[in-house]
C-alpha cells in the first residue's frame, strides 16, 4: 500500500478492530494510541520507509484520530488533545506567539486578517495530549504574562522552545523533519 491516505485510514481502521480505539464513540486519545497507529502505519509500508520521521508521524496520526474523534461527536470544549504553535511575522523577526488549537490553518488565517500582506507564518507545531496544560508550561517557563504581553515572546528560535514542549509532553526523542504542515480540517475553537 503505498497511498499516504489509503495507509491512514486502514490504520485507523486496525486500530479500531484491535480495540485500541474504542468503537463508534469519541475517546480520549492517550500516547499509547499514537505509537501503535505509527507501529501500524509503518507496517504498512512497502520495503519499510527509510526516511521514516517518528515526529512528524506523531503530528499526523494525532491529527487524523483528532479528526475521527469529532466524527464522533466529541465536543471542543471536552476535548484536551489538540495543538500548541509558534507563529511568527517576518515584520517582527524577534518575536513568536505561543498559542493552542484544534485547526492550526483556521488560526493561521484568523492572524492573517490583520496582516494586509498575510505574512504571518506557522514556524512549528507539536501535537499534544493536554494543549491548555502545554501551552501553559510554555507560557510559564517563558514567563510570558498574558495579560501584558499577549502570549508574544521575545525569541527567535522555534525549535528551542518546541523542544521545551517535547520534554514537557513526554514526547519520545526520535529524529523530527522539517515538514511542519497540518493537515485536514477540524472544527472551530
Avoid at 2 to 26: C, D, F, H, M
Avoid at 99 to 123: N, V, W
Amino acid at each position: 500500500m503505498s497511498n499516504p491516505n489509503e495507509k491512514s485510514q486502514r490504520t485507523i481502521e486496525i486500530l479500531t478492530e484491535s480495540g485500541v480505539i474504542p468503537n463508534y464513540v469519541a475517546f480520549d486519545i492517550t500516547e499509547e494510541m499514537l505509537e501503535e497507529a505509527i507501529r501500524v502505519y509503518g507496517s504498512l509500508s512497502e520495503g519499510g520507509n527509510k526516511k521514516f520521521d517518528h515526529g512528524l508521524a506523531r503530528k499526523i496520526h494525532g491529527l487524523n484520530m483528532l479528526k475521527l474523534k469529532f466524527s464522533r461527536g466529541a465536543k471542543i470544549r471536552d476535548c484536551k488533545e489538540g495543538l500548541v504553535y509558534l507563529i511568527a511575522n517576518p515584520a517582527w523577526p524577534e518575536h513568536l506567539k505561543i498559542g493552542m488549537t484544534i485547526d492550526l490553518e483556521s488560526r493561521l488565517a484568523s492572524y492573517q486578517t490583520y496582516d494586509p500582506f498575510k505574512a504571518y507564518r506557522i514556524k512549528n507545531y507539536e501535537f499534544c495530549l493536554d494543549r491548555r496544560a502545554a501551552e501553559k508550561e510554555l507560557l510559564d517557563r517563558f514567563d510570558i504574562r498574558v495579560e501584558e504581553e499577549g502570549e508574544w515572546i521575545r525569541h527567535s528560535d522555534s525549535l528551542g522552545i518546541i523542544k521545551v514542549l517535547r520534554d514537557f509532553e513526554g514526547v519520545p526523542k526520535r529524529p523530527r523533519s522539517s515538514m511542519n504542515r497540518a493537515i485536514g480540517l477540524y472544527p472551530k475553537d
